[in-house]
């Protein structure tokens, strides 16, 4: 296979022309240029596919020891590990089927080998099994084609770094990112951790894990795939928990499809896939599509394509201003990369995504393009929006708050709500509602990012209320009692969640501190209410999540791996069990369960069986 060298994975800086727009250095350089090796037709097939006749490998044992360290032992690391530049052969482009199996060399800036997996400055990647070096790693053995684990490690760290250097690029503070409480300060990913045809992300445990088809395709190859679950991880970081309303949608198609698609400049994603299975180059998915939500369908992958489309048919509108689709897709991964920061419900409509969209566009673009590009891009957004059914054709952009508390709590941050530190927004939120003896506010994740071309800093801190026993003191984390503050300049532009309801009503608000009974008892009556809230009440857009959760319970709901504690929950102390699957709130009193920070699961089969 031929090798080509350059395209160094660095960190990139950003080359502002006149105000005119934005070339993000390393997108140009490498991963970017996502053109198929062989002719393609109008979305970038090749016409010439690598041959890829699945052959099994050998396979058991090693994969429930590859698939997760216990919850309660995320990335335990001895020391710090020394960190220094590597070069490393990947795909040219984004598989092997748009490389026609050929091959580049890369450097990762900051990497090195360890013995929990390779390490780079925000990420820890394993396989099967533990790779001796990171160069010269081949993708085949002899006449196999199905790539080998070390070839599939050291392709996804390249493709993880490269996607960390592309926020870095448009301003996201990475650090602030893989600090936040739940991240606990590192990416897991999983090459070959399971043997299904599948790939999920799990917010609890912070885990990207990816399978092999039976050992017929190794899915972490691909990536399309991986950098479909990295951004699964990134809008869970930005706004975590956003799986119920049209947040399972917008994951899967805004935050997982639409980056991927404007890193390879391919409307397409996962040519292997087709390949795999016997029909070379077609994909798992197309972004040059029209669909509205209510032809998309109810299913979170389906209805996905209407959000990943979305963002592709603007970014095509783009690419006829400012002269050609790699400017406009350079352009577009500030608004890509940075959406999620806008959000603030758990539960967003389709109205709340064309708002995040719209005010990403407006902190993130002026600079980086002229002000009369981005108020084309901002009527793409809109007709877009409207064209899909996801706003009506009244729907005007969000402007600043006008409710006097976020105007009052802005006002006590003294014009310093995007630079100001936690602290000093939790006691102007003292000053705003109040404070009582039973509660307290705790920070969740302090979040950052700017536009690089205007100096525009914003911030978003996600904030959790804490009840106090006031006879006790035994604290308890209050799961229904989240609030974000999004702030740009010297202004905060949203100010919501429901700890800011709790918060309102004050004395009003009760906390019942009354024990919980035998809990090994209520653990395993959770557990049974667990079963039964998944075989019955997951939404139905999210079958296939269902499907995979029942047939996986030894893998999900293990103890090592299940993290058991007292929380309260709508004003009541209920139990919370957190696993790999997601974190389930069991109230005892009524058996009921919520389900909050389930795993985003990416079954392939389905889509096959389609």
């Not at 870095?168 to 990416?187: H, L």
């Amino acid at each position: 296979m031929e090798s080509i060298k350059g395209g160094d994975i660095k960190k990139p800086q950003l080359s502002i022309a006149s105000a005119n727009l934005v070339s993000v250095g390393a997108i140009k350089a490498e991963t970017i240029k996502a053109k198929p090796a062989a002719a393609a037709d109008s979305v970038g097939r090749s016409s010439k596919a690598p041959e890829f006749a699945p052959q099994a490998e050998k396979m058991g044992v090693e994969e429930s020891q590859a698939f997760g360290q216990s919850i309660k032992m995320l990335a335990a690391e001895e020391g710090a590990p020394k960190l220094a530049p590597a070069t490393v052969t990947v795909w040219t482009n984004e598989n092997n089927f748009t490389s026609g199996g050929k091959l580049k060399q890369v450097t990762i800036p900051e990497v090195a080998i360890t013995s929990q997996g390779i390490r780079t400055p925000h990420a820890l990647v394993s396989g099967l099994q533990p790779i001796d070096k990171l160069d010269g790693q081949q993708p085949f053995d002899g006449n196999s084609k199905v790539t080998r684990d070390a070839f599939d490690q050291v392709q996804l760290t390249a493709c993880i770094q490269s996607h960390m250097d592309l926020q870095a690029a448009v301003g996201i503070d990475n650090d602030k990112i893989w600090k936040a409480k739940t991240n606990d300060g590192i990416c897991r990913a999983k090459a070959n951790a399971i043997p299904d045809l599948n790939a999920f992300y799990s917010p609890t445990s912070n885990d990207l894990n990816f399978g092999t088809n039976n050992g017929k395709w190794h899915l972490a190859s691909d990536n399309d795939v991986t950098g479909h679950e990295k951004g699964h991880n990134l809008g869970d970081k930005e706004n975590p928990n956003m799986f119920s309303g049209e947040g399972g949608a917008i994951h899967e198609g805004y935050f997982g499809d639409f980056p991927c698609a404007l890193v390879a400049r391919n409307a397409n994603l996962s040519e292997d896939f087709g390949t795999a299975l016997g029909t070379p180059g077609q994909p798992l998915r197309n972004l040059a599509n029209d669909k509205t939500l209510r032809e998309a369908g109810s299913e979170v992958h389906d209805r996905g394509e209407a959000y990943g489309g979305f963002g592709w048919r603007i970014t095509e509108k783009l690419a006829t201003k400012v002269g050609g689709l790699d400017k406009a897709c350079d352009i577009m991964l500030h608004v890509a990369l940075k959406t999620g920061f806008y959000f603030t419900s758990k539960s967003p409509t389709s109205k709340d995504f064309v708002d995040a969209v719209i005010k990403c566009a407006k902190d993130s673009l002026p600079k980086v393009i002229d002000q009369g590009t981005v108020d084309f891009v901002c009527d793409a957004i809109k007709a877009e929006g409207v064209k899909r059914g996801m706003i009506s054709k009244s729907w005007t952009a969000p402007g600043a708050p006008t409710d006097a508390k976020t105007i009052a709590f802005n006002a006590a941050l003294g014009g310093e709500a995007a630079t100001c530190s936690s602290d000093v927004a939790k006691g102007a939120l003292g000053k705003v509602f109040g404070t009582r003896k039973d509660c307290e506010i705790t920070t969740y994740s302090e979040l950052a990012w700017k536009n690089p071309a205007s100096g525009l800093q914003s911030q978003k801190l996600i904030m959790q209320l804490r009840a106090v026993d006031p006879q006790s003191g035994k604290k308890y984390p209050v799961e229904d009692g989240y609030m974000a503050m999004v702030a740009t300049g010297a202004n905060v532009s949203d100010l919501a969640g429901n700890g800011r309801r709790i918060l309102e009503q004050g004395s009003a608000y009760k906390f019942d501190f009354a024990p919980l009974p035998n809990k090994d008892a209520l653990v395993k009556e959770a557990r049974a209410a667990i079963e039964k809230f998944i075989e019955t009440q997951l939404e139905s857009g999210h079958k296939h999540l269902q499907t995979t959760l029942m047939a996986n319970k030894s893998r999900f709901f293990n103890e090592q791996d299940m993290l058991v504690e007292e929380v309260m929950n709508k004003g009541k102390i209920c139990l919370s069990i957190t696993s790999p699957a997601g974190q389930f709130i069991y109230d005892h009193r009524d058996h009921s369960i919520e389900a909050h920070r389930l795993m985003f699961v990416d079954n392939f089969a389905e889509k096959k069986a389609k």
